[in-house]
């Protein structure tokens, strides 16, 4: 098996304060963790999510329910990508498998949008540090991915799923 490449950016790599704690929004299926708007990933998310303007904290009940609206999303997904079709029946498999971090975003028009990134718990790869900074893997396929939930619409958008080198 290919050796994955996990990055973890922390705010000391970055460079920024971070007192702010993450909260925990796992359920007893899940384990799940939401980062504060005080968390200072701006350069980085930036560049990753031009649209959006702004930053906030979810609650625990907007975690639950963008998960909620990521799970039907999945399971109805209709996109034009044939890697995806193939790998969505994976994820919907071993959804509760995977942990989750929570960013909430304000895109342009005043919406609140929670950047969902999911990753599969796999016994043999340690993820430890996760439930405080931000998570980045390149490769691992179907293992890794995540999504944009617009809690003010209930629309899910920018499905990502890894590639496999």
């Known amino acids: ?20 704690l993450a909260q925990d929004a796992g359920t007893q299926d899940y ?11 701006q350069p980085m998310f930036r560049q990753m999510f031009p649209e959006f303007t702004g930053r906030f904290t979810p609650t625990v009940e ?19 990508s044939a890697y995806y079709k193939n790998n969505i029946p994976r994820i919907l498999e071993s959804l509760d ?13 005043g919406n609140r949008v929670i950047w969902i990134n999911y990753f599969l718990n796999d016994p043999e790869e340690k993820f430890d540090g996760w439930r405080d900074d931000i998570m980045l893997v390149l490769d691992g396929g179907y293992r890794y991915f995540n999504v944009k939930v617009n809690l003010t619409t209930g629309e899910c958008y920018g499905l990502r ?3 496999v080198a």
């Not at 990055?7 to 460079?15: A, E, K, T």
């Not at 498998?97 to 028009?109: I, L, N, P, T, W």
């Open 1 to 20: 098996m290919k050796k994955l490449f996990i990055v973890f950016i922390s705010c000391c790599l970055l460079g920024h304060g971070g007192a702010a």
């Open 62 to 80: 907007e975690a639950r329910r963008a998960d909620a609206l990521s799970r039907a999303y999945l399971q109805s997904y209709d996109g034009p």
């Open 161 to 163: 799923i890894n590639g």
């Open 31 to 41: 384990q799940g963790q939401i980062f504060p708007a005080q968390k200072d990933y």
């Open 97 to 109: 498998g995977y942990g989750r971090q929570y960013f909430g975003f304000v895109d342009q028009e």
